[in-house]
């Protein structure tokens, strides 16, 4: 796996990685990551994926980083723990 990128945010470390023919979008906030995977066959080049992580796509993930606490916080209340 080959790291392209860091990509600079407020909200979360997102890193652009190369691997086995598909991109590698990795946003990790806390003890939280999402990964999404790009094939290289859907894009021009590498540009696009910057275009792909617009403000829109970096807030709906951050949003999805609360909702996985929550649901990660539900799981300990549920079990006492």
Do not use: C
């Not at 894009?43 to 649901?71: N, P, Y």
């Amino acid at each position: 796996m080959r790291q392209l990128a860091i990509i600079p945010h407020s909200e979360a470390k997102i890193t652009l990685f190369n691997w086995n023919g598909k991109y590698l979008i990795k946003l990790e906030k806390g003890s939280f990551e999402q990964t999404y995977k790009v094939s290289e066959l859907d894009l021009t080049s590498e540009d696009d994926i910057h275009q792909l992580l617009d403000e829109e796509f970096v807030q709906a993930a951050v949003q999805r980083f609360k909702g996985m606490q929550q649901d990660l916080q539900a799981a300990f209340d549920r079990h006492g723990i």
